[in-house]
């Protein structure tokens, strides 16, 4: 695995920090150990550095979403790499896992390096400045955060590749190389307990330190013990779920109900709900939302390239991109105001445009690369942009890890599970399956869900307010694994929409079934493959996912 240079202490790069609200990442090289720890700021950089590869999607696949991956969209340009995990075109010797795996050992690496090598410095020569204890406090939560962090890769990793080796450890890349996967109840146990054991220690609010005095209290690029709970809620349900569980232990649902459960609750003690502006939550600055927003992953460089991406044909130097499908279209209920804030259909309005997205309009058939199934995204997109040749504008995206949504309907679904009910509680979960759903339906104005479904109706229901509410947020993709339902035809069967211009202001509309599109499927794809590279690195004691 890629645990090189990062381990040599006379090579290591560096990020350093300005611990404001922007997190701005700077190089620095690092020459020796005690280069390092000669200053606060030196030994922080290493911890700033693990947060660098921190996953997005903002078109990891050459402007492909995961999401193009699934029943969510189709990417308009043919011929892209997201349509290996469809065509078969995957394998050993070309992974496409997005590089994941290497960005996730980097993080790992830094984090142990961090932890084994510069936690425990206390800078005397420092001791006489005016910052010094308040540098020290901050200096000292570091050690927390490191430790979510390399939990979170560890996450990361498990969902996509399964089980793999876990080294929480400084090794040199010869050691390394040759550890033996663990299994993936190892893995999540060790997730999950690392949450246990810090969710106390770190930082609980930045806003609020109490008697806790820092040099820089403005620290919202940084986790605080929300994501700490939030990334054991998410592991907990992924334990839970038939990919990992397959015996459906129900002690594994009850645990996600807690864990779930316990996040929410922390997140109503400091006021925080589901904010009223859903479209707001992927906008700019969306960073500042602290009513729903648990960690948001931000990102240093200003840029327009996902509006390059995803502006719909027809406009200057705007490339499609990952258009919805019918099959998200016909997901949301009348009325749905999330409908509104993701698909951008014919008709619309877009800045200086209104989109013609049928068959021989500006933004429709048959021009290249122009939506392939009668839709255009919105989620994540900054319209207000200038994606042209001259005039040209750009902005941080910065990415939803973890937003409150998410936990309810985490909760509603372990509940369903542990208790086959969704109108039942049980000791410690007074909140039903079904009243959980219903906080993320009454901000989508769609009112509660119907009383009296049987456990699969249910079920059913919440698959599709998943879909629906985390829609291109990167869930998707992994929700269909770990239920074991990605092979399921239905889910690969893609819909879209035929518009034809009838009148000055008719059209007929017909939905187009493309049952061919992503035929093939073999369950060995509910796991990445590890490239072969590194089953040869290392000497057969890292085993192939089976299949592969």
Not at 86 to 97: L, T
Not at 319 to 327: D, E, F, I, L, W
Not at 483 to 507: L, S
């Amino acid at each position: 695995m890629k645990i090189k240079n990062i381990l040599s202490l006379t090579a290591v790069v560096v990020a350093l920090a300005s611990c404001g609200d922007k997190m701005d990442y700077k190089e620095y090289s690092v020459y020796d150990e005690d280069y390092v720890k000669k200053t606060f700021g030196r030994a922080a950089g290493l911890v700033t550095s693990a947060y660098n590869d921190l996953d997005t999607d903002f078109g990891n696949y050459s402007g492909a979403m995961l999401a193009s991956a699934t029943d969510e969209a189709v990417y308009s340009h043919a011929g892209n790499a997201i349509e290996k995990f469809y065509n078969g075109g995957w394998s050993a010797s070309d992974n496409n896992d997005g590089s994941t795996w290497t960005k996730c050992w980097r993080g790992i690496s830094y984090a142990n390096l961090y932890l084994d090598k510069f936690k425990d410095e206390e800078f005397e020569e420092y001791l006489t400045d005016v910052d010094y204890k308040q540098e020290l406090a901050q200096y000292k939560n570091l050690q927390y955060e490191a430790r979510f962090l390399r939990a979170y890769y560890y996450f990361t990793l498990v969902r996509m590749f399964g089980g793999v080796p876990l080294i929480t450890t400084v090794m040199d890349a010869n050691e390394a190389n040759v550890q033996p996967r663990k299994s993936s109840d190892e893995i999540f146990d060790y997730i999950i307990s690392e949450c246990d054991d810090i969710k106390d220690l770190i930082v609980k609010d930045y806003s609020n330190l109490g008697n806790m005095q820092l040099k820089n209290k403005n620290e919202t690029g940084r986790v605080n013990n929300l994501a700490v709970l939030a990334l054991k809620a998410r592991a907990a349900l992924y334990y839970a779920s038939p990919l990992f569980n397959p015996g459906n232990d129900k002690e594994r649902w009850h645990q996600a109900a807690l864990a779930n459960k316990e996040l929410i609750d922390e997140c109503k003690n400091r006021g925080m709900k589901l904010t009223a502006d859903y479209a707001s939550l992927f906008q700019k600055d969306n960073w500042t939302n602290t009513e729903e927003c648990i960690f948001v992953r931000r990102v240093v460089s200003s840029t327009n390239s996902f509006e390059k991406y995803n502006f719909p044909i027809g406009l200057e130097n705007a490339g499609g991109g990952n258009c919805p499908t019918q099959n998200l279209f016909e997901a949301y209920e009348d009325g749905d105001i999330r409908k509104e804030a993701t698909i951008a259909k014919n008709g619309d309005q877009w800045p200086n445009a209104t989109l013609e997205t049928f068959v021989g309009g500006a933004n429709g058939q048959p021009i290249a690369y122009a939506t392939p199934t009668g839709y255009y995204l919105k989620k994540y997109v900054n319209k207000s942009l200038t994606i042209g040749a001259s005039g040209a504008t750009t902005e941080r995206h910065h990415w939803v890890t973890f937003r409150l949504a998410e936990f309810y309907l985490n909760y509603a679904e372990a509940m369903l599970n542990y208790t086959d009910d969704a109108y039942a509680t049980a000791t410690g979960l007074s909140m039903t399956a079904a009243q959980a759903i219903n906080v993320v339906r009454t901000r989508a104005k769609i009112g509660n869900i119907a009383d009296g479904l049987s456990k699969e109706q249910f079920a059913e229901k919440l698959e599709n307010e998943r879909f629906v509410e985390l829609a291109f947020e990167g869930h998707r993709f992994f929700d269909l694994r770990r239920w074991k339902k990605a092979g399921e035809a239905k889910y690969r069967t893609i819909k879209g929409v035929r518009i034809t211009k009838t009148g000055e202001d008719t059209f007929d509309e017909q939905v187009i079934t493309d049952s061919n599109s992503r035929k093939y499927w073999d369950d060995k794809m509910y796991f990445f493959p590890i490239a072969q590279s590194e089953i040869l690195k290392s000497g057969g004691s890292l085993k192939q996912n089976p299949g592969w």
